[in-house]
Each structure stands twice: as C-alpha cells, then as structure tokens.
C-alpha cells in the first residue's frame, strides 16, 4: 500500500507532511491518522526541523471523517493533542475544500493560511453527528456567534470568511507559497527552545479544552456514529439523497 503522509525536507528548517489519500479526498483513515502520527513523532525529534508544514495532494485537504471507515475518536483526539503539543510550529497550507475533521486540523495548527480556491464547512449535522471532537481545537479560537452559525447549519464559506471568524490565519487570492514565504522566513529565524515556549502560551486554550472535555466528546462521537440518525445520514450521503428528516 502507497504511502497516505509524505514527509520533505522542501525548505531549509521546514518539514512538510503531504497528505496523499486523493481517492477519498484525504479522509481520517484509521491508515491516515496513525501515518500523520508517525510522520508528527518523526518531525519533532529532527533537531533541523523548525516548523512543520501540513499540506495535501488533490482538490481537498481534507474531508472530514472517513465515512466507509472512520478512525477510532480516540485516535483522532490523540492526533489533535500530539498537533498541539509538538514543540515546533504546525502551518496548514491549503489549496482545496476542507469539511468537517479536517476543520479540527486547522484548529489544532498555529497558523493556517489558504489559497482562493479553498472552501470550508462544518457537514456533521445533515448527517446526524456533531462537531464534537473537533470543538475541542475550534472554540477557542473562533467568532462564536460564527461558530453556532456554521456549526449547526452546515453551510459552506469561502477562505475570506474563514479568515474573518478566526478559522485562518491568513488568505490570499494570489500565490499561496508567496504569501506564506515571509511567515516561514520568521520561523526559521527563531530559536528551537523559543518557538516550543512561545507554542506552549499561545495554544493554552485549546491544550486545556482537549485535556478537559476530551474524554467527553470523543465518548459523544462515537456515540453519535452509532446511532440510526447517523447511519441514516451517511447512507444518504452515499446514495446522494435528502436525509430522512430533511423538510
């Protein structure tokens, strides 16, 4: 089986970790997730590694759950914290959609910034599940009147929005690299021990939501995937129907 994380030393200082699992627009695999992990270990015991650069092959980041076979919560909230934990930045860089799950990862990043072709919702509740886990990385960060809109309608919203709630760090309607070249610069200027401090000030909030409800939500989640409102849900999603409940 071919790699789904690809990991290159593409700048000096900058690891980036591609995911590449395009047949299933990079969904959270079971294979996935547990290949992220490693790939996270590897990056923060490299002494030349500075930062980390999360990206993706084909049109999607990342779409969330993979709904023919989901990874265990558990392993998902062990992927969130070992994201937040590792003490050298983590940048998201994306140039498609992202849905669901994959919204957690850029919670769980330092920075993200997109490109103009990327898209963002929040899919859980037409297929009756929640955005439990991924609360966890987003709450602290996000508008939270932006958050009960998206969280529970599940609309889609474009990379200005996404910047505006507190979803990106940045976004640009030109070349992403170019944006991005600058932040990266800064990085790579900065002491291993002072990012790593400075990392552990800035994601307090989400560290302390994920050490606190954690076992909470991921108990919810798996809960939820289930229940016959989700089965439902996801066979709908499937046979590219409404929902039962739909009105």
């Not at 290159?8 to 990079?26: E, F, H, K, M, V």
């Not at 959270?28 to 290949?35: D, F, K, P, Q, R």
């Not at 994601?203 to 995937?225: D, H, Q």
Request: glycine share 6%; with cysteine.
């Amino acid at each position: 089986m071919a790699p789904l994380v690809h990991a290159a030393a593409q700048a000096p200082g900058i690891t980036t970790l591609t995911l590449d699992s395009p047949a299933n627009r990079n969904a959270l695999s079971t294979a996935l997730v547990a290949e992220l992990r490693a790939a996270l270990a590897t990056a923060a015991a490299d002494p030349g590694t500075r930062a980390v650069v999360l990206t993706h092959t084909g049109t999607t980041f990342c779409a969330g759950a993979d709904l023919k076979s989901p990874c265990d919560p558990a392993d998902f909230l062990a992927l969130l914290r070992e994201l937040t934990e590792l003490p050298k930045p983590v940048v998201a860089r994306v140039t498609g959609h992202v849905r669901a799950g994959g919204l957690g990862l850029l919670g769980a990043c330092d920075i993200a910034a997109a490109g103009p072709q990327s898209s963002y919702a929040f899919t859980e509740t037409h297929l009756g599940l929640a955005p439990a886990v991924i609360s966890m990385t987003l709450l602290p960060r996000l508008d939270p009147r932006a958050a009960s809109r998206y969280f529970l309608t599940a609309e889609p919203f474009d990379a200005a929005e996404a910047a505006r709630i507190g979803v990106l760090t940045l976004h640009t309607t030109g070349d992403l690299d170019a944006a991005l070249h600058p932040l990266l610069d800064g990085l790579r200027k900065a002491s291993p021990q002072a990012l790593a401090e400075t990392k552990t000030l800035v994601t307090a909030g989400v560290r302390e939501a994920l050490a606190r409800n954690g076992t909470r939500l991921t108990e919810l989640s798996a809960r939820l995937f289930a229940s016959d409102e989700a089965r439902e849900g996801i066979t709908a999603r499937f046979e590219r129907r409404d929902p039962s409940w739909a009105r």
